[in-house]
């Protein structure tokens, strides 16, 4: 959709805000629809996936025929407890059941973060915390500190050479991650010091500009850079020791002036910068 003639307006920093028009409009909308992150007291067929789940319930219901559930469903009268089991081969799927845990590497994890109304956002496509941290569970067969978590910085490049690293295969596409295999062995080792995101955008007044993200242990710093000419045109520092909620933008601190200059070197080497020794 193109906005005519004075269908927006600029703020001080040159990104794009509503005009009242454009927000008495959405405000029609969320009237009518209620906010998307909210939690109605309702019941959970109240809402369409408690529709989408019921509709399942009663399928499955009309094919009882079609999957030969037996009749007498309940334990024998009398016989004790230790004599049936907790379905775990069902529980568990065919993983299990063939025996291919022990020689499967497993991988879980979400393609990115979500905001639930923080920032006045919903859904992905940003730099924050809440967009570009995600779940990650690696296991693989016989590791002996299974269960263990790390606070280590990983990013999704890095999977592919981990899978090849744990499987014994070669790593010779030039990909850009980094196998963490090493801390799959030892969790709370050193590893490397900052991770990269990014994010495009279009700026009024600028044109399409991406935001180049760091995060290091402590800080996130984003460099906002015009993607003709790579121009920086803004910047983001938050510190998420003392602001977790990313609140407070401090790259303009004269406080933060010398923690802001000291990431700007790592963040100028890149990924290529961060890449940790093996030991």
């Known amino acids: 959709m193109f906005q005519g003639r004075g269908e ?3 703020i001080a920093n040159g990104w794009r805000t509503d005009t009242r028009a454009q927000q008495e409009r959405k405000q029609k909308k969320k009237t009518a629809l209620g906010p998307v992150w909210a939690s109605p ?3 959970d067929n109240g809402l369409p996936d408690g529709k989408t789940a019921d509709e399942a319930v009663k399928a499955i219901e009309k094919s009882r025929e079609k ?3 037996a009749k007498f469903q309940q334990s024998p009268v009398g016989s004790p407890a230790s004599a049936l089991h907790a379905n775990s081969e069902l529980r568990a799927y065919a993983l299990v059941q063939n025996v291919l845990l022990e020689k499967t590497v497993v991988v879980l994890w979400g393609d990115h973060g979500w905001h ?6 919903c859904h992905k496509h940003t730099d924050f915390e809440r967009a570009t941290r995600v779940p990650l569970f690696f296991s693989v067969p016989g590791q002996e500190t299974a269960g263990c978590s790390s606070a ?3 990013e999704y490049v890095d999977l592919f050479p981990t899978l090849a690293d744990v499987c014994g295969l070669p790593n010779s596409l030039g990909v850009k991650g980094v196998s963490f295999a090493p801390l799959l062995g030892n969790p709370g080792r050193p590893w490397k010091q900052t991770a990269f995101s990014q994010s495009r955008r279009q ?23 015009t993607r003709d000419a790579g121009e920086e045109v803004d ?14 933008n401090l790259d303009k601190s004269t406080a933060h002036a010398k923690v802001v200059a000291d990431l700007r070197a790592p963040f ?6 961060a890449v940790p020794v093996r030991r």
């Open 8 to 10: 927006a307006q600029v």
């Open 152 to 154: 280590a910085l990983t």
């Open 116 to 121: 639930l109304g923080d920032h006045g956002l």
């Open 41 to 43: 007291d309702v019941p």
């Open 235 to 248: 910047a983001e520092l938050f510190d998420y020791e003392k602001d977790p909620a990313e609140t407070d």
């Open 67 to 69: 999957f030969a559930v």
């Open 203 to 225: 700026a009024l007044g600028i044109g399409p500009v991406m935001g180049y993200s760091m995060r290091t242990e402590r800080c996130r710093l984003t460099l906002w850079l």
């Open 268 to 273: 100028a080497r890149g990924w290529r910068g």
